[in-house]
């Protein structure tokens, strides 16, 4: 059974840094991009953050650029994502999966296996 356990979430003050991780299980992912993304009450799930299978290549969207940084580790199945500078806006159930590429996408519907989510909230 494939699963992917988010962890990492938690309250913090804006300014603050958080690091989730994305660990999978069940099989192996490290021949897949994968992404993170997220969403806030009453609106869609938005791309944050994607990078390749090898780690060499990554993206991010227009409101996270220099704060977050996503990196693999492929040894051990795991994606994180460092946030700094966080923001109110930040505030979201955070999401990792995991692609049917071997390079990242931006779209929803190209990602195949997802987690059960995590709580980021930013408090101003």
């Known amino acids: 059974q494939v699963q992917l356990v988010e962890s990492g979430g938690g309250l913090v003050q804006a300014g603050g840094s958080l690091r989730l991780s994305c660990a999978a299980s069940?099989?192996?992912?490290?021949?897949?991009?994968m992404g993170w993304f997220r969403q806030a009450p009453g609106k869609e799930r938005e791309f944050v953050a994607g990078?390749?299978?090898?780690?060499?290549?990554?993206g991010y969207a227009d409101p996270v650029k220099g704060r977050f940084t996503i990196s693999r580790d492929n040894a051990k199945n795991t994606v994180f994502l460092q946030m700094n500078s966080l923001k109110p806006e930040d505030t979201a159930v955070y999401y990792c999966?995991?692609?049917?590429?071997?390079?990242?996408?931006?779209?929803?519907?190209?990602?195949?296996?997802w987690g059960q989510g995590t709580q980021v909230t930013v408090s101003s």
């Open positions: 069940g099989r192996t992912f490290r021949s897949y991009g």
């Open positions: 999966a995991v692609g049917l590429a071997t390079y990242y996408d931006t779209r929803v519907q190209t990602y195949y296996y």
């Open positions: 990078i390749n299978w090898s780690g060499d290549n990554s």
